[in-house]
């Protein structure tokens, strides 16, 4: 060991003077380089095909044409192409914040010591590992307006029959239900790690100065989780901005087009139109989309951090 | 004393409580594929029907080929998976220790691209390569999915094992693959495991590659029960019983794996701001 430690302190006086050591720096591009081929080939090569289908005219089985923009100014003006990006929009919302909320309330609870807690997170954990076209299936067996499990629910609380999946006003709450259903647990384990971090120092002084439970919950707990919220909101917005399983295997868009993302009418249009070149025009916008969110999302995560800072 | 009892009490009916959704939806889904037509139809809803229709499960595998279905996505699952490892975890391994930056930035962006995306130009490539009708097009396309995964784990595995024994190895005269072989690899063990187990879930609930590269022979679980639905006469005893069939495996390695997989979403969650 001791002839490590001088090797390496005589390498960084090396570097400091801004040569090479000659062993110490092994060559770690021959791990890298198969991996980029794959990533070239299945990953970065899509993206720029993608690019180049969406500046031509291509419907599949008839002759492909160079049209420059205007899949782009026919996308600008598909009325039915900003009406799935409204229920995008919607749809996100709502699978963002029930989850957040309820994830968060979880989280609280399993931060605390009571028998069975292992075993007990394991079954909360379970829905978002399940296949989601199984769980969609059951689900829509479940909102079965006649014969459904959860009609007859409502009916034992008091309240009317609804139509669920089947109705265009209700279509969107309902699927984003399942989403909920689906996805609560991936917000309280994030919020569960915040809170293991979390010190117990300022609970007792706060205890001292007679602060009851919401007091500690809004002044000490929840500005400590913050960041891994802000982190939850990143991860379930792209999720939810992308979901596609659960509404294709539920409602396929439907009924009529009322639960139709914009994920739902891209494939629509590739692969139930064929229509490969407006379909990868609307890829690319949906591309723009999530990655312009996404940097939102982490400016403001970046705010939140610096904000944090001030703070102490 | 008491108070602390209460307390854990307490706690336990909240948690109870949460989990109920989860509990109530599974008791239900088993419910529906034990259940004959009659009894799956009855109003109010029986949970416990007085015969127990078996015969369903037996019906999955003789009427759709589920046996077949089934292989074909242990394969596909398997070999994406199984590449994913080979050429992933060293890569992971040297994006840590080159600190590639734009490198692991891709990685990213590309977990964030809906899968979707690649799909069309994958699909025309497969077309024009005459690959569909094998399993070839969805274990390659899968690798959308578990490369990523399998190498943004690794990065943040092996940014946290320790450089100095690698050091000392190469001093002593180790090349950069026995280093890697000898030293690195045995330590990633535990990261690994965690890659493995949420590169297999992701790549077997995956539908949307199937429904458009599989044909009726090379139909993986996910894309095999949402045909039920939609070409044949729906009776919901089979059909949950096929979606059972299909999420069972998952939900088992879940339950043994629960540690693995929380580490691994937690610290993938927390690398991805």
Redesign the interface.
């Known amino acids: 060991?001791a002839?490590?430690t001088v090797?390496?302190s005589a390498a960084d006086a090396v570097t400091a003077k801004g040569v090479k050591p000659p062993?110490?720096a092994?060559?770690?591009?021959?791990?890298?380089v198969?991996?980029?081929v794959?990533?070239g080939a299945?990953?970065?090569?899509?993206?720029v095909?993608?690019l180049w289908?969406s500046v031509n005219s291509w419907t599949l089985g008839q002759e492909q044409e160079f049209i420059g923009l205007d899949n782009y100014i026919r996308l600008a003006g598909d009325m039915r192409f900003w009406e799935s990006m409204w229920h995008t929009a919607i749809y996100t919302v709502l699978s963002v914040v029930a989850p957040l909320f309820?994830g968060t309330?979880?989280a609280l609870?399993?931060d605390?010591?009571?028998?069975?807690?292992?075993f007990?997170?394991?079954?909360?954990?379970?829905?978002m590992?399940?296949?989601?076209?199984?769980?969609a299936?059951?689900w829509?067996?479940?909102f079965h307006p006649?014969?459904g499990?959860l009609n007859?629910l409502l009916s034992l609380v008091g309240i009317g029959a609804q139509e669920w999946i089947y109705n265009q006003s209700t279509v969107i709450p309902s699927l984003v239900l399942v989403e909920t259903?689906q996805w609560t647990p991936?917000i309280m384990?994030?919020v569960?790690?915040g809170l293991a971090a979390v010190p117990r120092e300022p609970y007792e002084s706060a205890e001292i100065d007679g602060a009851n439970a919401w007091q500690k919950f809004r002044y000490l707990t929840l500005p400590m989780i913050a960041?891994f919220l802000?982190?939850?909101v990143?991860?379930r917005s792209?999720d939810a901005?992308?979901s596609?399983?659960i509404i294709?295997?539920m409602t396929q868009g439907g009924p009529g087009t009322a639960s139709e993302t914009i994920?739902i009418y891209?494939?629509n249009t590739?692969?139930a139109y064929y229509d490969?070149g407006y379909?990868?025009a609307m890829?690319v916008v949906?591309?723009v989309v999530?990655?312009a969110l996404?940097f939102v999302l982490?400016m403001v995560?970046a705010r939140t951090n610096w904000a944090d800072m001030e703070d102490r | 004393m008491t108070h602390r009892m209460l307390?854990?009490?307490g706690?336990?009916f909240?948690?109870?409580v949460?989990?109920s959704?989860?509990?109530l939806?599974?008791i239900?889904?088993i419910s529906?594929s034990l259940k004959f037509e009659i009894d799956?139809?009855a109003?109010?809803?029986i949970l416990i029907p007085e015969r127990v229709a078996w015969s369903n499960y037996a019906k999955v595998f003789e009427e759709n080929n589920f046996l077949l279905y089934f292989w074909n996505s242990v394969l596909v699952t398997g070999a994406a998976t199984l590449?994913a490892l080979?050429?992933?975890v060293?890569?992971g391994?040297?994006?840590a220790?080159?600190k590639?930056e734009r490198?692991a930035m891709?990685?990213m962006?590309?977990r964030?691209?809906?899968?979707?995306?690649?799909?069309?130009?994958?699909?025309?490539?497969f077309q024009w390569m005459n690959l569909l009708g094998t399993l070839l097009p969805q274990i390659?396309?899968h690798?959308?999915v578990t490369?990523?995964i399998v190498?943004w784990i690794m990065i943040g595995y092996f940014e946290t094992t320790p450089k100095?024994l690698e050091?000392?190895a190469?001093?002593d005269g180790a090349?950069?693959?026995q280093?890697?072989r000898l030293v690195a690899l045995p330590i990633a063990k535990p990261g690994i495991v965690v890659a493995f187990i949420l590169a297999v879930?992701f790549s077997?609930?995956n539908?949307?590659f199937g429904?458009?590269l599989a044909s009726r022979e090379t139909r993986t679980?996910?894309v095999a029960?949402?045909n039920m639905?939609s070409f044949e006469q729906v009776s919901?005893g089979p059909?949950?019983a096929?979606?059972?069939i299909?999420?069972l495996p998952?939900?088992v390695?879940?339950?043994f794996a629960?540690k693995q997989?929380?580490a691994g979403?937690?610290a993938g969650?927390?690398k991805?701001?």
């Open positions: 060991m002839s490590v090797d390496t062993r110490l092994p060559n770690y591009w021959p791990f890298v198969p991996a980029l794959v990533i299945v990953i970065v090569f899509p993206w095909f993608t289908m309820l309330l979880a609870v399993f605390g010591q009571f028998p069975l807690r292992g007990l997170r394991g079954v909360f954990v379970m829905p590992m399940a296949t989601p076209v199984a769980i299936l059951v829509t067996m479940m006649q014969l499990v007859y259903w991936l384990l994030i569960l790690g960041p802000m982190i939850a990143i991860i792209i901005v992308k596609f399983d294709y295997a994920n891209l494939y590739a692969f490969i379909g990868s890829a949906f591309f999530i990655v996404s982490m995560r | 307390n854990r009490i706690l336990l909240a948690a109870l949460m989990i959704p989860v509990i939806f599974f239900w889904m529906l799956n139809g109003y109010p809803p590449l080979v050429i992933g060293p890569a391994y040297g994006i220790r080159l590639a490198a891709v990685i962006i590309a964030m691209t809906p899968g979707l995306s690649f799909l069309i130009p994958l699909f025309l490539l390659i396309i690798l959308v490369v990523p190498v100095e050091e000392a190469s001093i090349t950069s693959w280093v890697f879930i077997w609930n539908f949307v429904i458009v679980l996910p029960v949402y639905l919901w059909l949950a096929a979606a059972l299909v999420t998952v939900l390695l879940t339950m629960q997989i929380v979403l937690t969650a927390v991805g701001g």
